[in-house]
Each structure stands twice: as structure tokens, then as C-alpha cells.
């Protein structure tokens, strides 16, 4: 199947009500170069990872470029061990993805060819008024918003998945992976994949990034122990009443902030303004259950063939 165009992108987007900017510039490779034609915008850029792991399944990281992504603790986090995870070949770049060396975004999977790509994106994301990812091609770069890309998302039937890619997570035997919950059962790639060199399939990745990406390969570690979610929310996942008196205090503390001077605002503005308040926090919440019924039920299972 012909790969999507990038004329074909915009096409759909327009078609889905999405409001972006094309922003022409010379081919780049690097953050570096492209900051230098579009650094003016005030907006922080994009960095691309196309990755695979030793059983075959591709992953595409997509962050802020600010945002620090090490891949051996992030391939501890999907349960992979800690050289789970390398660059991918250049030629599942071409057939997966069907982008160009320098042009891995997001966008790529628009490509029916991209179906199995795990898509992990950087929850800082959701901060951000604007984001800038490359249609297709490195001679150009979009700018749209979060709430247009995860429109976009949608109409693939993607459904956005945010990782704290710098939070600081120790995996053990009392503490398993905390992103295995994204990692799915997929078929390998074909072999083909697998003989290829592979390279730096990224975009405007630094070169220590790219380094730390290439490490040997190590058993996936299955977990044994009874599951514990660490952090912020850990007595919320366990205890319904608590996340229940939790979203009812989160939203009425939002909802008594806003209507303080309630001329200020309309009906419409003040319903956004709680949505923005408490949105992540609840999505935090949501992505928690998942990755802990995943889990759990991972757990039992290998305990079950053991």
C-alpha cells in the first residue's frame, strides 16, 4: 500500500475541522536545525523515537525536545529489562512508518501499515498551547494544538497514551513495571527487520540519546509479587470511596475558585476552566487502573502457567 502524502495529511485534517500551520523550511535532521528556521515561534519542539524491542514490536516516543528520555529506564518501565529496547531498522522506518530518515512524527500513523506501532507520548504535551510535529517530510512542520492532535488520534482510532517520561520509577519485585499496560501482544516483525543494520531512526534526537539506545539484549524479568502502585495515587486505586470523595473534593475546589467572581466568566468558560484543572488529574487516574488491571492480570497469568 502507497504510503500517506503529506498533501493527503492536510487533506484530512482540514476535513476534520483541525486548525494548522504549515511552516515551510529547508530539509533538517536535527532539533538544532530546525530551530533555526522556526525557533521564532515560541513554541518548543518535538523529538521522535522509532523503536523496537527483541520481540519485533516497534514503539514510536514522541517528546518535547526539553524532555529527557532514557531508554534503558524507560524499557524497565514496559517490562522489557533494561536493553529492551534499540533503535529501529531503517527498513521498518520505510515500511512501517513510510517516512523518510529525518522525518519520524506521529503522523506516521496515518499509514495502516503503522497499525501495531506502540504510541507513547510525553504528558507534558497536554501543557503545551502548541505542538510541532513534521507532516510527513522534513522540509516542513506543523503547528497544532493538543486538543487538534488528539482529534487527529481519534479519527485513527488512536487514543492518546501520556507518559512521565522523566519520573523516576524503581522496578523490582515489589514494584513491576509500571508502563507494561502500553505493551501489547503483537505479532513480530518479519525477520527481514531483524538482519538489517539497525540506525538512528529518529528525529531530532540528540547523539547521547541515540547512543544510550543501543545496549545488549536481556530476559524479560515476569513479576512474581502482589502489584503496588507507588505515588501520588496509590490509596485512591485501592480504595473506591477514597477516588470517589477525591474527584467530587478536586471538583468542587475547581468549580469554587472559578465562580469567586463569577462575572468575570460565562457558563462555557467556566466549564473549561474545571476541565482544565482536573482533566489530567483524572486521566492520571484512568491510565493507573489500566496499567494496574494489565498487571495484575499478567501476573496471574504467568503464575498460572508456572
Avoid at 505479532?187 to 527487520?193: F, I, R, V, Y
Amino acid at each position: 500500500m502507497a504510503a500517506v502524502s503529506k498533501e493527503a495529511l492536510l487533506s484530512r485534517l482540514q476535513g476534520l475541522g483541525i486548525n494548522s500551520i504549515v511552516h515551510e523550511h529547508p530539509v533538517v535532521m536535527t532539533v538544532e536545525e530546525q530551530s533555526k528556521h522556526i525557533g521564532h515561534l515560541g513554541t518548543t519542539l518535538s523529538k521522535n523515537l522509532f523503536l523496537k524491542d527483541k520481540k519485533g514490536r516497534l514503539y514510536l516516543v514522541s517528546a518535547l525536545a526539553t524532555t529527557t528520555v532514557d531508554l534503558k529506564a524507560l524499557s524497565q518501565r514496559l517490562g522489557l529489562g533494561k536493553g529492551g529496547l534499540r533503535m529501529a531498522p531503517e527498513d521498518a522506518l520505510q515500511e512501517i512508518l513510510k517516512v523518510p530518515l529525518g522525518s519520524v512524527t506521529p503522523f506516521a500513523l496515518i499509514n495502516p501499515s503503522s497499525r501495531s506501532v506502540i504510541l507513547l507520548l510525553d504528558h507534558q504535551y497536554q501543557n503545551q498551547p502548541k505542538l510541532l510535529f513534521h507532516p510527513l517530510v522534513n522540509d516542513s512542520t506543523i503547528e497544532i494544538s493538543n486538543g487538534d492532535f488528539n482529534l487527529f488520534l481519534k479519527s485513527i482510532d488512536r487514543t492518546p497514551s501520556y507518559v512521565d517520561f522523566e519520573a523516576v520509577v524503581t522496578v523490582g519485585k515489589d514494584q513491576p513495571p509500571d508502563l507494561a499496560g502500553f505493551v501489547t501482544e503483537l505479532a513480530e516483525q518479519p525477520s527481514s527487520l531483524d538482519t538489517k543494520q539497525s540506525i538512528a531512526s529518529t528525529q531530532n534526537c540528540s547523539i547521547k540519546e541515540v547512543a544510550s539506545a543501543k545496549f545488549p539484549n536481556s530476559k524479560l524479568k515476569v513479576p512474581k509479587e502482589k502489584v503496588h502502585i507507588e505515588g501520588e495515587f496509590q490509596k485512591l486505586i485501592r480504595d473506591p470511596q477514597e477516588l470517589v470523595n477525591h474527584i467530587l473534593d478536586e471538583t468542587i475546589k475547581a468549580t469554587m475558585e472559578k465562580v469567586k467572581d463569577v462575572t468575570h466568566y460565562t457558563d462555557t468558560s467556566i466549564s473549561n476552566e474545571i476541565k482544565s484543572q482536573i482533566g489530567p488529574d483524572l486521566q492520571n487516574l484512568i491510565m493507573l487502573f489500566k496499567n494496574t488491571a494489565y498487571t495484575q492480570g499478567f501476573v496471574a497469568g504467568c503464575k498460572r502457567q508456572i
